[in-house]
């Protein structure tokens, strides 16, 4: 009997093994791991001789915000660069109101919630939401059930200098509130009155230049702030997920927790895997995020702790900004956030496989598999069969250059112009549909869907 998609003699790489196979699809499905030598029909052959045939990337750390004014991202124009980079399912944030703007105060969670599934008709790949809690109001408790029936079964706090900031005090209540409805807490940990000195000293010495704002974002503040959380996570037995580790110091503390807590786990993102500081003096406020790229050796460190297993996946932060308002003249005054959907695989695949000697597997784990089961798409991350069809068909030898005129997202700009990689997405499909082939959007419509969450099982 025909199938509906017969990705034909490529190498099917999984979380633990490599193997050559041809791969089919029925109705948005994985239907079969065929390694007969001669494959079944098919109503859409693809041949990937010679290439890697990976589940779909699922990236569980991306913002889409056009609110306020200088945020750029649309759900067309962001999941369309996700599709062109092989991310097929993401997890973006729904404020308590809306998008990033708080200017509603009568809009809570729940609103912000149905605000970012109405983007579905716009979305070229899969997504869900984490909830944001930036209020330290008593509402802002009673709205974690209901969130959890809506499939948002996730929930972030920022401790920061942004105006979202919320106290130690508002976190270790939440964290109490999570832990009883077995949910997930997403911290951004920075110690925000150490932040907020060493900025004040900064701009004393008008030392404006970009190239100067990393020291204004220690890696001891990062350290002490995910120190101070996960003292509050062993108090209350929440399930604790650090997001974007950028040093070694804090990816120390991190392991330190988890040789006595089953219940922590945390990310780095591909920036801090591929850049360090220097990038600043070529590409001035543009690479600006929070916590800021950091030094060689943090490279370094966030490859070890990755091998090791105490940060256990590669996201992106992907932000869009309008350019205008990155590139002014005191880096204090450019917004933090990058955009990084498009080139993640291949650029964390050059660094990981090519530069390092990891294998894809390694890949696989880190970008599809545990994020996958870390936040509970059970159908996602995997070839399984009877799972959701998203895969990448991916050339591990082409050599090309990433150009910023070739941006599907709305950003004018990337921190990876003018890189040189190895390996390159060629197709990618979602729930069975060829979405993107060969860098072009394909899909006649938007097939994305809103993917609904329940709560995790790490004991799994």
Not at 16 to 31: P, Q
Not at 365 to 382: D, V
Not at 390 to 399: G, K, Q, S
Request: charged fraction near 25%.
């Amino acid at each position: 009997m025909p199938t509906d998609v017969i990705i034909k003699n490529g190498t099917i790489v999984t979380a633990n093994s490599t193997f050559e196979s041809h791969l089919t699809v029925d109705d948005g499905k994985v239907t079969g791991i065929v390694t007969d030598e001669t494959p079944p029909s098919g109503d859409q052959v693809i041949d990937a001789s010679g290439k890697l045939v990976l589940p779909g990337l699922v990236d569980p750390h991306v913002h889409i915000d056009n609110e306020p004014k200088n945020r750029g991202g649309t759900y067309e124009a962001e999941t369309q660069a996700a599709a062109a980079g092989g991310v097929t399912t993401f997890i973006d944030f729904a404020f308590q109101g809306g998008d990033r703007s708080m200017s509603d105060p009568d809009a809570d969670l729940i609103d912000g919630i149905a605000h970012k599934r109405a983007k579905q008709d716009d979305a070229y790949v899969d997504y869900s939401l984490h909830g944001v809690l930036h209020r330290e109001t008593p509402a802002s408790f009673e709205q974690l059930a209901p969130a959890i029936d809506e499939g948002v079964s996730s929930f972030k706090m920022f401790l920061s200098t942004y105006e979202i900031g919320v106290s130690n005090g508002f976190v270790r209540s939440v964290l109490e509130k999570i832990a009883e409805l077995d949910a997930v807490a997403l911290l951004h940990t920075e110690d925000s009155s150490v932040c907020d000195a060493l900025t004040e000293e900064l701009k004393r010495e008008n030392k404006r230049e970009a190239t100067y704002y990393p020291d204004s974002r220690p890696p001891y503040a990062e350290a002490m702030a995910a120190d101070d959380v996960l003292r509050m996570v062993r108090e209350t037995g929440a399930k604790y997920y650090g997001v974007h580790t950028t040093c070694r110091e804090s990816a120390d503390v991190i392991e330190a927790y988890q040789r006595e807590l089953d219940n922590v786990r945390a990310e780095t993102c591909t920036h801090y895997t591929a850049l360090d500081r220097s990038v600043h003096e070529r590409l001035g406020n543009l690479p600006k995020i929070a916590p800021p790229i950091r030094s060689p050796d943090d490279v370094e460190a966030m490859f070890e702790h990755l091998a090791k297993g105490t940060l256990s996946v590669v996201s992106t932060d992907h932000s869009v900004y309008h350019e205008k308002y990155k590139q002014v003249d005191a880096w204090w005054d450019s917004p933090f956030g990058a955009n990084s959907l498009q080139y993640t695989l291949p650029v964390f695949y050059h660094e990981a496989v090519e530069k390092r000697g990891y294998s894809p597997s390694f890949l696989v784990e880190l970008m599809s598999t545990n994020p996958a089961q870390t936040f509970g798409f059970p159908n996602k991350g995997t070839l399984d069969p009877g799972t959701d069809a998203d895969i990448v068909v991916f050339d591990p030898n082409e050599t090309w250059t990433i150009d910023e005129e070739d941006n599907h997202s709305n950003s004018t700009y990337s921190i990876y112009d003018g890189r040189e990689v190895q390996g390159a997405v060629k197709q990618t499909f979602v729930r069975g549909e060829l979405v993107a082939d060969d860098g072009e959007i394909v899909a006649n419509s938007s097939p994305g869907q809103f993917v609904e969450r329940e709560t995790p099982n790490w004991t799994a």
